[in-house]
């Protein structure tokens, strides 16, 4: 039978590679993001490949994700798989200099807006006694470094909320795992320096990152293990990481 997936975060990086590799598999497609230009473009390139929904909503609106999730049309409402994929990190800074403001759009969109989310998908997942929840964590939500503490700190609520989910779901054949990346080459490093550029893309030079399509494989690869089968936790690092804050570069 043909799997339905629900992604957030599928304008972009992790999340849009995703969607194309699903789609590229006939995975039928609920594509959510807050911009409407490219979920409207991303459902024209990969309609053809199978059926696709989207949903324009902020994560971290409560109200819009409850509204946007239960308008959705009857041939897309039973979801065998969520990927908790929307987020990013804004600013890098010690805590002593951190902007309130970004705090609250890290702690809203990656703990709270997952949280409403799953809170919307899984009693739907629950009455059908089955379903799988990937969680996009992060190799922050492992580790702490410096000036990462908010950031970190949302990531290491999504690993403790990928466990809750994987015991709270357990009696409902409900299968919860999650994936978490270190230096991956998408729009993050933008958010994070807000459309700095420069170090953006300091961030990425002199190694060879990881691409947005090496997670999706990984996605689609644990998605597609037999039933009986749970990865439940993956860290994933480009083979120039060796931990949050080493990674050999070469000279430039
Ligand atoms: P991108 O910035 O490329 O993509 C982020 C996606 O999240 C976009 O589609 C964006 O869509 C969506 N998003 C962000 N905030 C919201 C919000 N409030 N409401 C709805 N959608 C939102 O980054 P990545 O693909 O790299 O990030 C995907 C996930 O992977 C994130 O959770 C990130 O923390 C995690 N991650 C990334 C790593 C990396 O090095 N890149 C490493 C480890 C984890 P839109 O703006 O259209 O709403
Ligand atoms: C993104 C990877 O190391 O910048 O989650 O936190 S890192």
């Given at each position: 039978?043909?799997?339905?997936?629900?992604?957030?975060?599928?304008?972009?990086?992790?999340?849009?590679?995703?969607?194309?590799?699903?789609?590229k598999?006939?995975?039928?497609l609920?594509?959510?993001?807050?911009?409407?230009?490219?979920?409207?473009?991303?459902?024209?390139?990969?309609?053809?490949?199978?059926?696709?929904?989207?949903?324009?909503?902020?994560?971290?609106?409560?109200?819009?994700?409850?509204?946007a999730?239960?308008?959705?049309p009857?041939?897309?409402?039973?979801?065998?798989?969520?990927?908790?994929?929307?987020?990013?990190a804004?600013?890098?800074?010690?805590?002593?200099?951190?902007s309130?403001?970004?705090?609250?759009?890290?702690?809203?969109?990656?703990?709270?807006?997952?949280?409403?989310?799953?809170?919307?998908?899984?009693?739907?997942m629950?009455?059908?006694?089955?379903?799988?929840?990937?969680n996009?964590?992060?190799i922050?939500?492992?580790?702490?470094?410096?000036n990462?503490?908010?950031?970190?700190?949302?990531?290491?609520?999504?690993?403790?909320?990928n466990?809750?989910?994987?015991?709270?779901?357990?009696?409902?054949?409900?299968?919860?795992s999650?994936?978490?990346?270190g230096?991956?080459?998408?729009?993050?490093?933008?958010?994070?320096?807000?459309?700095?550029?420069?170090?953006?893309k300091?961030?990425?030079?002199?190694?060879?990152?990881?691409?947005?399509?090496?997670?999706a494989?990984?996605?689609?690869?644990?998605?597609?293990?037999?039933?009986?089968?749970?990865?439940?936790?993956?860290?994933?690092?480009?083979?120039?990481?060796?931990?949050?804050?080493?990674?050999?570069?070469?000279?430039?």
């Open positions: 039978m043909k799997a339905t997936a629900f992604i957030t975060g599928a304008t972009s990086g992790i999340g849009k590679a995703t969607a194309q590799l699903f789609a598999n006939n995975i039928r609920i594509l959510c993001g807050r911009r409407k230009e490219r979920l409207l473009a991303l459902e024209k390139l990969l309609s053809n490949q199978t059926e696709v929904t989207t949903l324009q909503f902020d994560v971290s609106d409560k109200e819009a994700v409850f509204k999730i239960n308008s959705l009857e041939n897309f409402k039973e979801i065998d798989i969520l990927i908790n994929n929307a987020g990013n804004h600013g890098l800074s010690t805590i002593q200099d951190g309130i403001d970004d705090w609250e759009a890290m702690i809203d969109s990656n703990v709270k807006g997952l949280l409403y989310v799953s809170k919307v998908i899984i009693p739907k629950i009455t059908r006694n089955t379903g799988f929840i990937v996009i964590g992060s922050a939500g492992k580790e702490v470094y410096p990462g503490n908010v950031y970190c700190a949302s990531k290491h609520a999504v690993n403790a909320l466990k809750a989910m994987r015991i709270d779901l357990n009696q409902y054949n409900i299968r919860v999650a994936i978490h990346p230096a991956v080459e998408t729009e993050f490093s933008d958010v994070r320096f807000k459309g700095d550029t420069v170090k953006a300091a961030v990425y030079a002199g190694y060879q990152a990881l691409q947005a399509t090496d997670i494989e990984i996605i689609y690869f644990v998605v597609t293990r037999p039933y009986h089968v749970n990865i439940e936790d993956l860290i994933v690092y480009p083979t120039a990481q060796a931990s949050a804050t080493l990674i050999k570069k070469e000279a430039h």
